[in-house]
């Protein structure tokens, strides 16, 4: 180097430590400042001070910096870069930090560390000069052809740069106007390299040493780019691209290696071609392939950086991942399947009965369409898990949609690819997820979908259900028709009250009623007590049940058309036998080791006489309790507390004016009481107990056939009077008046409520009824007559009246609950007066009137 005029730094100077990347001469960094050290430094010197002089900072690079001011100093780098600080910037969140923007100004060396609190300062030695370089042509006297071959080589990587873009530009002006000396420094800094290297490029003080290291990192990075332009097929137009110089990794120490991003984008470009032959070669109609492979040109054309090119690359990805024509074999084995799911449900006959069904039609037809079935019963029963059996049994994958809820008819027929974050249907997603085109699909809840602005996801089913149309599917994100006529869709309702008419016309309903008690007892014990049993790491040895406990659980404890309560009282069991099988086994090992304790006591002295057991240690060295536990009614009580239900019939039907009917709810059949009562007043009805339109015109039924046939049956208001309305009123009452009831099969429980009110007496307290009335006395049949009676069975009535042209449905009753029951059938209300109450309902002479006998 010559002399000239040199700029000097400070013979001291404050260390800044940094551990993240290493400043060269001429080049600028950003380094963040949270130690401890490091903000003293920056608050001390660069926020406090005035001068320019305390502006300048020795940073020393690969030295990070104690996080506690107490810690000691590590090691210091030998070589630094004296920096000058140009923009501070702080912030407190979510710790205190500064950011600083330094530009290096020259190298120089430690001589000796003058202190460590509250910053490390250090006294240093000026490696090169900041002077006024001096001419190109004496600089090249003096660097000679090294000079020129790193010249050579710098102004070669500007060049294969775009000279369009301003960066670029601006290097190649600073190769021609800066003095060689400075080119090394500066190249390294923004040309691809390590921290390492850069290290080493630092502590290479020699100017000629400097070139010699720097040279073959420019000759690497203009054979990676070299390469990556032969490797890419380059339109007219884009010859020439702008590869941005950043730091990478050093992969490899011979000139020419790729950098990763290269590769990157390499990688991306091979993604796209083999995108476009999986779309070739995959099995899907031909119209989809021609959609596709539009869209792999308009991809090819796309910028990455646009938001469009994720959407259609997404788009591709998901056509290619369909299974267009990929299926399962279906196992048709009737004998197989019967068994199967005879281990699996118990009861269930219909179900069964039609899986075998389709089973068999399959076998004899090898192309059939899929069945839509709509298994449609109280909650608890087993409809969400017969539909995974029905998977298992064909062979089948299975996949449960659930439409609890869904207001949006996008989750059918998905959105739109013009929409932001668009994607497809739930439908389209569960083949994807399977991978096969013939799966179970469980569209569970389908009666409790909801309407909103956004659609109707009811009508949105309608094609997606239709055996007719859904061989043409499309949805709204593929935009092509898929195939669903091979899906076997079984759908789960509480009720097709909630359901659209035209949905419930395209799907074949199965009722799934609720169990018998009998049905009950056999399904807790051959798999509700085995499931928890395992559940909470028991066996049969150590806890049993018994039928007669189980039947307590259910007519004490659950009162329900399904198990799952049944389920979780099993389990409440399961966890008290867990304490005491716990505590046993650890009052085992106490007693264990207090045997063991003896024994050696009686080794060491034979002749010692035995010492009284206190109480307090014979209790807490009590007996494990004995295997098997038994749980027994009394056990019963003590864990799951005393009994929820109690069989009250007979209390409630204590005074005349009180009738038990039946009614259909969505969560099976119930027992419902029908009480009335009368007072002096104008002739008025009043009806309580929230009863919708059509309960409250079945009372005004009973009330005007009661009062045009009150002579007959000699029925009269409290004056005698055989008008029952005049000077009276008359209060029928629904109990439960917090649950919404409605339906006319409530007609026979009224008109016998109220007939038992007039006449002073009592309903039989073992007998229930429903049947729907006309003005003229008829009884019209009515429907959930399955799971009224077995409501009735469940609490303890001996007696069901049912209108005559229900006597067909006696037939889905299981025979041990027909067995139990007395069935009336009646087609008028003379047969429910006379069945209803003991000795009849026959017309009676009036008291006091004389016969005549003349």
């Not at 560390?113 to 490696?127: S, T």
């Not at 007892?521 to 928890?532: G, T, V, W, Y």
């Amino acid at each position: 180097m010559s002399s000239g005029s040199p700029i000097q730094i400070p013979g001291r100077l404050p260390l800044l430590l940094t551990h993240e990347g290493v400043l060269l001469p001429g080049s600028t960094m950003r380094t963040s400042v949270d130690s401890a050290r490091n903000l003293q430094l920056v608050r001390s010197r660069l926020l406090k001070g005035t001068s320019l002089q305390s502006t300048i900072l020795g940073v020393i690079p690969n030295t990070p910096d104690p996080a506690s001011d107490a810690a000691d100093l590590p090691p210091l780098h030998r070589i630094g870069t004296a920096a000058l600080a140009v923009q501070v910037v702080g912030s407190n969140w979510p710790k205190p930090h500064y950011t600083l923007l330094v530009t290096g100004l020259c190298r120089f060396q430690i001589v000796q560390l003058l202190k460590e609190r509250p910053y490390p300062v250090a006294q240093v030695e000026q490696l090169d000069r900041l002077e006024e370089f001096p001419s190109t042509l004496q600089t090249r006297e003096e660097l000679g052809e090294l000079s020129e071959q790193f010249y050579k080589y710098a102004v070669q990587l500007v060049e294969m740069l775009d000279m369009s873009v301003p960066a670029v530009a601006k290097l190649r002006r600073l190769l021609d106007s800066l003095p060689r000396e400075a080119l090394p420094d500066i190249l390294t800094s923004i040309v691809r390299t390590s921290n390492k290297e850069k290290l080493q490029i630092l502590d290479a003080v020699s100017l000629e040493e400097r070139f010699k290291m720097t040279i073959p990192l420019l000759v690497r990075q203009i054979e990676g780019l070299k390469l990556l332009q032969k490797t890419r097929k380059h339109k007219p137009e884009d010859e020439k691209r702008v590869i941005a110089i950043r730091p990478l990794r050093r992969v490899a120490h011979i000139p020419g290696a790729l950098e990763e991003e290269e590769e990157e984008e390499e990688e991306d470009s091979d993604d796209v071609v083999l995108l476009e032959r999986k779309v070739r070669s995959s099995s899907m109609p031909e119209p989809a392939r021609r959609v596709c492979l539009k869209e792999v040109k308009r991809l090819k054309k796309m910028p990455q950086s646009m938001p469009e090119y994720a959407l259609t690359r997404n788009y591709l990805e998901l056509m290619v991942e369909l299974p267009w024509n990929k299926s399962t074999t279906d196992r048709l084995d009737i004998r197989a399947a019967r068994v199967l799911l005879d281990n699996d449900h118990y009861a269930m006959e219909k179900l069964k009965k039609r899986v075998l069904e389709y089973l068999a039609v399959r076998q004899l037809r090898t192309s059939l369409k899929g069945p839509i079935l709509c298994f449609v019963g109280p909650p608890g029963v087993g409809k969400t898990s017969v539909g995974r059996s029905v998977a298992k049994t064909l062979g089948r994958e299975f996949h449960r949609i659930a439409l609890g809820g869904v207001c949006d008819q996008s989750d059918i027929r998905g959105h739109r690819r013009t929409y932001v974050g668009s994607m497809p249907g739930r439908i389209i997603n569960g083949l994807k997820t399977v991978g096969v085109n013939n799966p179970v699909f469980l569209l569970d809840e389908v009666d409790k979908l909801g309407k909103s602005l956004q659609g109707d996801p009811a009508a949105a089913l309608l094609e997606v259900l239709d055996p007719e149309q859904n061989h043409n599917f499309t949805d709204h994100y593929l935009n092509v028709a898929f195939d669903l006529s091979q899906v076997l869709f079984i759908a789960t309702a509480n009720t097709t009250a909630t359901i659209p008419a035209a949905l419930l016309d395209r799907m074949e309903v199965i009722q799934v009623p609720g169990y018998t008690q009998e049905e009950k007892i056999e399904i807790a014990h051959r798999h509700l007590i085995p499931k928890q049993l395992d559940q909470h790491g028991l066996s049969p040895q150590q806890l049993q049940i018994p039928p007669a406990t189980t039947l307590g659980i259910i007519t004490r404890y659950t009162r329900e058309a399904g198990v799952r309560s049944l389920d979780r009282k099993l389990g409440a069991i399961c966890r008290a036998v867990a304490v005491k099988v716990a505590e046993g086994q650890h009052r085992e090992a106490k007693l264990e080791r207090a045997e063991a304790a003896e024994a050696e006591g009686g080794e060491l002295s034979d002749d010692a006489e035995p010492q009284p057991v206190s109480d307090s240690g014979a209790a807490g060295l009590a007996l494990p309790p004995e295997m098997p536990i038994l749980i027994d009614l009394h056990a019963l009580k003590d864990i799951l507390g005393p009994p929820m239900y109690e069989m009250e019939v007979s209390e409630r039907l204590s005074q005349p004016g009180v009738a038990i009917g039946l009614a259909w709810t969505p969560l099976g059949g119930e027992i419902m009481f029908v009480e009335a009562s009368r007072m002096d007043g104008e002739g008025q009805l009043t009806l309580t107990g929230q009863l919708g339109d059509v309960m409250k015109e079945s009372a005004h039924l009973a009330i005007s056939w009661l009062r045009s046939n009150a002579k007959k049956y000699h029925l009269t208001n409290a004056s005698g009077s055989f008008d029952l309305l005049d000077n009276t009123d008359i209060h029928l009452h629904f109990p439960a008046g917090a649950v919404t009831k409605d339906g006319p099969s409530a007609g026979v429980t009224i008109v016998t409520c109220l007939a038992s009110l007039f006449s002073g007496r009592l309903v039989r307290s073992d007998v229930a009824m429903t049947g729907e009335i006309t003005l003229r006395g008829l009884v019209l049949p009515v429907g959930g007559i399955k799971d009224k009676v077995l409501a009735a069975h469940r609490a303890g009535l001996k007696r069901v009246i049912l209108p005559q042209r229900n006597e067909k449905d006696l037939e889905e009753i299981p025979g041990n609950v027909r067995r139990d029951l007395s069935f009336v059938t009646a087609s008028c209300l003379d047969e429910v007066l006379n069945a209803a109450f003991d000795g009849g309902f026959s017309v009676k002479a009036r008291p006091g009137l004389v016969n005549s006998k003349l």
